[in-house]
């Protein structure tokens, strides 16, 4: 995901799969931006005890896409635990956030190899496009849930 990614509104492209990609960081940046700055305890709390931790926010978005592009594109193992979403504090801000960093690089790279018609061999009747829209989705939902627990936790958003 490049740098600037977390910050820019993407632009209208011809390139179907490079408009896709850029919704999809811009989206990752969304959800980066309401993690950054937010002291270790507060990333891993729930405030009043609802909804889910930032860090575990972030974590689920690192399986959610190994599962759909590792698992569901490339044809490895899928696996989910109930663990992801609320990792213990071992698991800090800044690894979360360098862990999604790469497991957006490694998307976008396959994202790019793959023809968007490819089939998805986990999910029959669906393609590398249908996953990608699944997972611009996917993580618009948690950025709006990630904003929920920052505004909670401090009274910002991630803007």
Not at 55 to 67: A, D, K, P, S
Not at 70 to 99: C, N, W, Y
Not at 124 to 150: F, K, S
């Amino acid at each position: 995901m490049p740098k600037d990614a977390v910050f820019s509104f993407p632009r209208d492209h011809r390139d179907e799969r490079e408009l896709l990609i850029e919704w999809l960081d811009f989206l990752r940046g969304a959800v980066l931006r309401n993690i950054s700055g937010v002291s270790e305890e507060d990333a891993h709390g729930r405030p009043d005890g609802k909804l889910l931790p930032l860090v575990g926010i972030v974590n689920h978005l690192v399986g959610v896409e190994r599962r759909w592009i590792d698992g569901g594109m490339l044809g490895g193992p899928i696996v989910r635990t109930e663990e992801e979403f609320f990792p213990g504090p071992e698991l800090s801000v800044a690894e979360v956030t360098r862990a999604y960093q790469h497991r957006a690089e490694e998307t976008n790279r396959v994202v790019r190899e793959l023809p968007l018609d490819t089939p998805n061999s986990r999910r029959e009747g669906t393609t590398l496009r249908w996953t990608l829209l699944h997972l611009i989705n996917e993580t618009a939902r948690h950025a709006g849930h990630a904003d929920a627990v920052r505004e909670l936790i401090d009274g910002s958003t991630g803007e």
